[in-house]
């Protein structure tokens, strides 16, 4: 399913009513095929969305605000920020029945157009001034298309025309013709071939009204008919009559097309109130959480790299851990070579002796060059070595224990990140903290997210850590001993504060700030969570540790759903 010539001029039209006139008050990449404008325009703003992904081209409004999934800007981002950027949207129009837009802006910078291609994988939006190119999202230098450069100084040109005859020009004798001139194919197909913009979905629409049938043949329609049901079509696409719909997919999962026409070649076609809408519930919204994979995945590899690294070393203590028989073998074969030095012969590297009658032999080599008091010296001193590091193995080994906790919690701060201030707060605490592998990386600059604040229907106010440094902040900062403190059990996630007024704190309270523990953590997607409670008094920072590790007592454990807030 692709943008036809007809969904086109019926967004032309969509955009002329609603957002021409209005001012660009942002620009954003959403990614390396697709850019946003934000426009103020009728007391409201829009959100105009364009990607070139051969597989979904498109231009059309959606109704939620566009997440920037860029780190930097590409060089048409940086033109469209001076140029377009702040510019009023003077107009938008098409070229007859082609699928291409351009829209028409006028700044401090003066007058530019951006024009539109949405055409399958030769789709690009390119921006130009006074007819030439300033830039564009995708370059074809003459190596790739020598009849049409799109290079930043040259002119702009258009595609190149459709060698097909245009809709309001077709009379009877030219479908009588195009019906005749392979009569054996489906109808629709030779619609498609003969008439400019008209695509398949909106030929087997025009065969289907004449005839009943999408599929009939050429030869078995009458060419008076299916002119009148063309005629029909495309008169009501030149008086700008549109019907918006979509057509839900069998079972209600998805849709499985859209038109700016009635789809009545399906039985339960559906009306909607734009194409933008139409093509919204189609594609899906590129507004959630996912336009930040891209950014997150360079972070998230460096998580997992930290954390097999610090798996390795665990291992590594728990095997020294195990080995205490050799610990007491060092101090057993120095007592030995101390018992039987004055039986060693002159030049004697090898003592074979037993320390208990039942107990192993051991074979304990010597320096022949060194008396047997500092043979037997060097091993107590291994043996001490060897005591004093096997005094540290249990804080090393809690010590890396907490390291991979804090890793597992950044991974979880960066799975919920929101934007890009939040994935640059965990990516600059690995690089902090010496986790980072490799030079050091910087996303786009911006303002550091506060943490998140909520407020029940009775006035308490419940604070949400957004990562771990928020999460430290709180315990540490932002709350009071009576304040009650909770977080998802075992898991890692946010530390939720709920602030005591002086006020005794509902259970419906303790609730909802359970629920937006369970939420904002790992566990955000189990049908139940459970969620420890405690006062925050009886929480504290791990002595050394690593920021929002904690330890606690006196908790309650409540059990709830993960539940999304309604505001923040």
């Known amino acids: 399913m692709y943008v036809d010539a007809v969904t086109t001029a019926a967004l032309v039209d969509e955009f002329n009513e609603k957002i021409v006139g209005g001012r660009v008050q942002d620009v954003v990449e959403v990614d390396e ?52 950027d702040g510019a009023r949207l ?9 699928r291409i837009i351009h829209l028409d802006f ?46 930043p100084g040259r002119a702009y040109i258009p595609p190149p025309p459709q060698d097909k005859t245009p809709p309001e020009r077709v009379s009877v004798a030219q479908m009588t013709a195009i019906l005749q001139q392979d009569p054996d194919r489906p109808a629709w197909q030779a619609l498609v071939s003969a008439i400019a913009g008209i695509s398949p979905l909106f030929a087997r629409e025009i065969v289907y009204f004449a005839t009943g049938d999408t599929e009939a043949p050429a030869f078995d329609i009458a ?10 079509r495309i008169e009501e696409v030149r008086q700008h009559d549109w019907t918006p719909c979509v057509v839900p997919a069998p079972g209600g ?28 519930r189609y594609f899906g919204a590129p507004v959630g959480i996912e336009a930040y994979t891209a950014a997150k995945e360079p972070v998230q590899q460096q998580i997992t790299a930290a954390i097999e690294r610090l798996e390795r070393k665990l291992a590594s203590l ?52 060194l008396p047997y008091q500092k043979n037997a010296e ?19 080994k809690q010590r890396t224990l907490h390291e991979i906790d804090y890793l597992r919690q950044l991974a979880t701060d960066l799975e919920l990140a929101e934007n890009w201030p939040e994935i640059e707060a965990v990516r600059e605490e690995l690089q902090e903290s010496g986790y980072w592998q490799g030079q050091h990386q910087r996303g786009p600059r911006g303002s550091k997210p506060g943490i998140r604040r909520f407020t029940t229907e009775d006035g308490f106010v419940i604070l949400v850590g957004r990562n771990a440094r928020q999460n430290h902040e709180l315990v540490t900062e932002r709350s009071g001993g009576s ?86």
């Open 253 to 280: 999962a998805g849709y499985i097309a859209f038109a700016a026409y009635p789809l009545t070649q399906f039985e339960h076609w559906q009306a909607v109130g734009s194409i933008s809408e139409a093509m919204t």
């Open 33 to 84: 095929q697709s850019i946003g404008l934000e426009i103020y325009a009728n007391r409201q703003r829009h959100y105009l969305f364009m990607t070139i992904d051969p597989n979904a081209a498109r231009c059309h409004l959606v109704p939620d605000r566009l997440r920037r999934g860029r780190p930097r800007p590409s060089p048409l981002g940086q033109l469209l920020h001076k140029y377009v």
């Open 378 to 396: 060097a091993y107590f001193d291994r043996y001490e070595k060897a005591k004093r590091a096997a005094e540290e193995l249990p804080r090393l």
């Open 223 to 232: 060419p008076g008919m299916l002119h009148a049901a063309f005629t029909r």
């Open 483 to 568: 304040d009650l403190w909770l977080h998802a059990r075992n898991v890692p996630g946010s530390h939720v504060i709920i602030k005591h007024d002086g006020r005794p704190i509902p259970e419906h309270v303790i609730q909802q700030a359970a629920q937006l523990a369970a939420y904002y953590s790992a566990a955000r997607g189990d049908t139940s969570v459970d969620v420890d409670v405690t006062e925050r008094r009886h929480v504290r920072p791990i002595k050394g540790g690593k920021p929002g590790m904690v330890t606690y007592r006196n908790e309650e454990t409540l059990t709830v759903r993960p539940g999304k807030p309604r505001s923040a």
């Open 90 to 98: 003077m107009a938008a129009s098409q070229p007859p029945w082609e």
């Open 318 to 369: 728990e095997r020294q851990s195990a080995n205490e028989e050799k610990l007491e073998a060092l101090r057993k074969q120095g007592e030995l070579i101390l018992a039987y030095g004055p039986t060693l012969a002159r030049g004697q590297d090898v003592l074979e002796a037993q320390y208990d009658p039942d107990g192993p032999v051991y074979r304990i080599e010597l320096d022949p060059s």
């Open 106 to 151: 006028s700044g401090e910078n003066g007058e530019t157009t951006l024009i539109i291609e949405t055409m399958g994988r030769l789709s690009n939006i390119i921006l130009t001034v006074a007819g030439d190119i300033l830039d564009s999202l995708k370059r074809v230098p003459a190596r790739i298309n020598r009849y049409r450069e799109v290079l």
